[in-house]
């Protein structure tokens, strides 16, 4: 089955750099690819995704890359600002699995301001 | 905005007991899944659920889960006898004509003791 990798597991930038979450993923009919923002006693919100068919999507501040070559797809925030901080999920679902959501294991960000 | 919501929030159970967790999935959504997460772990699937029956559950969800969808409104993940390793938080989430993308309630946390 599926499985996502994702790296760093903690992160901390100081306000206003920009912040690289990684994932990998291993099934090549993987065609679904959000991201999700975790809070604090929250549950995850989706805060951007992209589909197989495009290599790169961005939301103002928010963008994500994918490579389908190299299975591997990125979250990018610029100007980073201390609401920023908060766990950050990857995922990757397909057609073929009623679009289960597998997660990677959570980058946690922190803004320093 | 239109959200996912779960109640209880928070459940503290006693080993061997059933418990049953609710969710109200967005109103127009077709879809609706269960995933788990234990403390310090990923987020993990375990049931998807549409037009009345179960579309695709995983090695988790054995006999001991049920899910049922009783009303036009709730969605309700049942345990039978809870064992110690339920301890987790779990969410309901939910998706409408764009299967892929899943909206996720704040959770319920479930402790067994």
């Known amino acids: 089955g599926e499985n996502v990798e994702q790296h760093p597991s903690t992160l901390s930038v100081q306000e206003g750099d920009s912040a690289v979450i990684k994932c990998t993923y291993s099934?090549?009919?993987?065609?679904?690819f959000p991201w999700y923002k975790q809070e604090l006693g929250k549950g995850p919100q989706l805060i951007i995704d992209?589909?197989?068919?495009?290599g790169e999507k961005k939301d103002q501040r928010i963008a994500v890359t994918l490579n389908k070559t190299a299975k591997h797809f990125s979250l990018h925030i610029t100007e980073t600002q201390p609401e920023d901080s908060a766990v950050y999920f990857c995922a990757a679902s397909s057609t073929d699995s009623s679009y289960k959501l597998i997660f990677g294991s959570g980058t946690r960000l922190l803004v320093r301001p | 905005e239109p959200e996912v919501t779960q109640t209880p929030s928070h459940q503290v159970t006693q080993m061997g007991q059933e418990v049953i967790l609710r969710c109200v999935p967005i109103?127009?959504?077709?879809?609706f899944y269960w995933y788990r997460q234990i403390l310090g772990q990923k987020v993990e699937f375990l049931v998807s659920?549409?037009?009345?029956?179960?579309?695709?559950k995983s090695e988790i969800f054995d006999d001991q889960f049920s899910v049922e969808r009783p009303d036009g409104s709730n969605f309700t993940l049942k345990i039978r006898s809870t064992k110690l390793e339920d301890s987790a938080m779990y969410f309901c989430?939910?998706?409408?004509?764009?299967?892929?993308?899943?909206?996720f309630g704040p959770g319920t946390r479930l402790l067994v003791l």
């Open positions: 109103s127009n959504h077709l879809y």
């Open positions: 989430a939910s998706s409408g004509l764009i299967q892929e993308t899943q909206y």
């Open positions: 099934d090549s009919a993987s065609n679904y």
């Open positions: 992209i589909r197989s068919n495009v």
């Open positions: 659920f549409y037009n009345n029956e179960i579309s695709e």
